[in-house]
């Protein structure tokens, strides 16, 4: 060990100086390839590197991740074992997937965190949040994403959120900020009233020294709980009993009900766009059900349902893995990348011809012998819910189109007005959803840009927000989001951008300028945060960092997003050891396996809007998929 401690001294001063503690406590292997991703990083090149290089590089990063940056909020698991023959089926609140943890991913359990807590209880209100909203963050005018992302992709990542993440407050706590003179004039609200996060003890002091936490009221697991909710009683409600199906509207869309509210799996501050995905998704479905009654009319009603949750989850969580994300990060690398999490590096005709040959590298995560949860119960992250704060991604009005027509160039469809976002939001959202329908709703945000994760974009109508209760019904006063959003993670200790760089083994920044290239920005970044740039929030910092070539989000968020990419599949038994025809079905699993993008479901339900408004697959790669990239 000395002679090795001796060889490695001189590589003291390569490495930078923030990752010396870390460097120390690695394995002998894990130095090794810390300083092969420290080399590349130093360089600034991993992104411009030859496909297969690339996706090494990302794998080593994504194993020290997997090391270094887990850790288990709350009680270890004890050694209860359940058997997963007793639950061939996705329960409701997502208890019973883990056999060793029974509890893991179920709804109401601790957030997990890729960094411990850094208590701010000091500086929480240091800068002022509603400054920094207003100084950085507040929207001048709307910057769009070009021809990279359309507006159901922003509908489709907030139906997501909808599925794993929201945290649980305290209503004996409430919290009032009032904007700071200097900025009071440009605040629509002088001040706002807010609930705490409910944080709750844990009793893990010697583990690892997280004292406490924050609930998560979603089961995290890839469930599709956004469509069959997060307890057994919602679940009840959305349900017919009869063949396996779940409640909808005649008009393909969700049941609005007497007060206003729609009954979906979790209708918290929806929007006409995400309420959209919920329907299309239940009608989805009930089409599964359809087809398995078909090919095994013995199946009963509850036989159907619990299949067809599981086909419905995969085909969500596949096309979430390789059609949406593949527009978010949109360069070759990342689509082999995604590709090799679902398929394999082998790819999916050797796949489909041969099953899966036993090695994740080769044939994917998806269908892999067992779970795999790196020693760390499976939950989703704080600081994965820090990197997909993405409200600027919705834009102010939504462009309706008329589709009464014929298409267009590019299938394009005519304008016929522009509706602002606030008349799409909750109870007065599902109203004016029904008068404009299904088609037409989606064929316009198919063909409008959504807002780009970037400074001064955030939408000013959600600075005076009315947010909603669980149950969708709207809440007395309103919010400044923005403002909210800089507390929430300040309150539940997430590192701020330097820390949290320095975390994630990324190298932090030393002065504005390592930031952004934009004057503007610097000079509000030092108005702001003075010189000091470790006081930089998170939220900020993932906004002004400069974006690597083809990527919607900043290097420091995809960080997250590939380690809790993967982890979202393989921690999951049922994609992994149970994803076969036993627990799916033969028909189930091929339903899954012959879906590959979110446009193969719009088919299956609208075909006439489908090929008469949506581009057809391009051979060339980056315009393959025409779902979610934008549809002109
Ligand atoms: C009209 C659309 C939307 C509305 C009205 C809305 C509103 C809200 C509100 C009121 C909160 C709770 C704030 C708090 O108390 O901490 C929230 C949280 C959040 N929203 Fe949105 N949102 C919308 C769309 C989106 C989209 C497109 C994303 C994209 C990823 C997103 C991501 C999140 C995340 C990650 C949280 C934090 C959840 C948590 O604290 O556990 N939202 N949103």
């Avoid at 109401?108 to 960094?115: L, M, P």
């Avoid at 090695?359 to 600081?383: A, C, M, N, Q």
């Avoid at 906004?543 to 420091?556: C, D, H, L, P, V």
Wanted: hydrophobic share 40%; proline share 4%.
């Amino acid at each position: 060990m000395a002679f090795f401690s001796i060889l490695l001294k001189p590589l003291q001063s390569f490495i930078h100086k923030d990752f010396h503690d870390v460097f120390q406590r690695m394995t002998l292997l894990d130095k090794f390839l810390f300083l092969v991703v420290h080399l590349v990083d130093k360089l600034g090149i991993w992104h411009k590197l030859p496909v297969f290089m690339g996706l090494t590089y990302l794998l080593i990063r994504r194993h020290l991740h997997q090391e270094y940056n887990l850790f288990n909020v709350g009680k270890k698991p004890v050694s209860v074992r359940s058997e997963p023959a007793d639950f061939p089926f996705r329960t409701a609140d997502g208890k019973f997937n883990d056999p060793f943890n029974e509890g893991a991913g179920c709804a109401g359990t601790f957030f997990g965190r890729n960094i411990p807590p850094f208590d701010q209880t000091h500086t929480l209100t240091r800068p002022d949040p509603m400054l920094v909203a207003t100084k950085l963050l507040a929207r001048k005018r709307f910057i769009d994403t070009g021809k990279q992302f359309n507006l159901i992709a922003a509908s489709w990542i907030q139906f997501m959120i909808h599925d794993w993440v929201d945290h649980v407050e305290d209503f004996e706590h409430q919290i009032e900020l009032r904007a700071p003179k200097e900025v009071a004039s440009e605040c629509p609200l002088k001040s706002f009233k807010f609930y705490k996060s409910k944080e709750i003890k844990t009793d893990n002091y010697g583990h690892n020294g997280i004292k406490s936490g924050y609930l998560n009221r979603r089961t995290p697991w890839w469930d599709g709980s956004a469509i069959y909710g997060n307890d057994k009683e919602r679940q009840q409600k959305l349900r017919t009993f009869k063949d396996g199906k779940l409640k909808i509207s005649g008009d393909g869309l969700l049941i609005v009900n007497e007060d206003g509210t729609v009954s979906s799996g979790d209708v918290r501050n929806i929007w006409a766009g995400l309420s959209a995905l919920q329907a299309l998704f239940v009608k989805e479905h009930n089409l599964i059900c359809d087809a398995l009654k078909k090919e095994y009319p013995k199946l009963e009603d509850e036989e159907l349902y619990r299949h067809a949750r599981l086909v419905t989850s995969a085909v969500i969580a596949k096309i979430h893995t390789i059609d949406w994300t593949v527009e978010l990060l949109k360069t070759n690398m990342l689509l082999a990348g995604m590709r090799a999490n679902w398929y394999g590096l082998l790819a999916k005709k050797i796949r489909d011809r041969f099953g899966h040959s036993g090695v994740t590298f080769l044939s994917g995560i998806v269908g892999s012998r067992k779970p795999v949860d790196h020693g760390v119960p499976y939950s989703l992250t704080e600081e994965f819910v820090s990197v997909y704060r993405m409200h600027p991604l919705l834009p102010d009005k939504l462009l309706l189109r008329n589709i009464n027509g014929a298409p267009g160039p590019n299938k394009s469809a005519p304008l016929a007005k522009e509706i602002d976002m606030v008349e799409l939001i909750g109870t007065k959202g599902s109203e004016n959803m029904s008068k404009i329908g299904f088609t037409r709703l989606m064929v316009s945000m198919g063909h409008q840009a959504c807002g780009a994760l970037e400074l001064w974009n955030y939408p000013m109508w959600l600075r005076s927000l009315i947010s909603q209760n669980v149950d969708g019904t709207d809440r007395p006063d309103p919010v400044d989001l923005p403002s909210l959003e800089i507390y929430r993670d300040r309150e539940r200790s997430v590192a701020r951008y330097n820390d949290f760089r320095r975390a994630l083994l990324l190298i932090p920044i030393s002065k504005w300028e390592d930031l952004t290239d934009d004057k503007e920005a610097v000079e509000t970044l030092s108005q702001v945060y003075g010189d000091d740039v470790e006081e930089l929030d998170i939220l900020v910092g993932l906004m002004a960092e400069k974006k690597i070539k083809g990527f919607a989000i900043s290097e420091t968020a995809f960080i997250i997003f590939l380690l809790m990419a993967t982890r979202r599949l393989e921690a999951d038994r049922f994609f992994t050891s149970d994803f076969n025809e036993e627990v799916y079905t033969k028909k189930g699993l091929e339903w899954v396996n012959t879906t590959e993008s979110l446009k193969d479901v719009l088919n299956r339900h609208y075909p006439e809007m489908s090929s008469k408004w949506i581009l057809r697959r391009s051979r060339k790669r980056h315009t393959l998929r025409r779902g979610l990239g934008l549809l002109e």
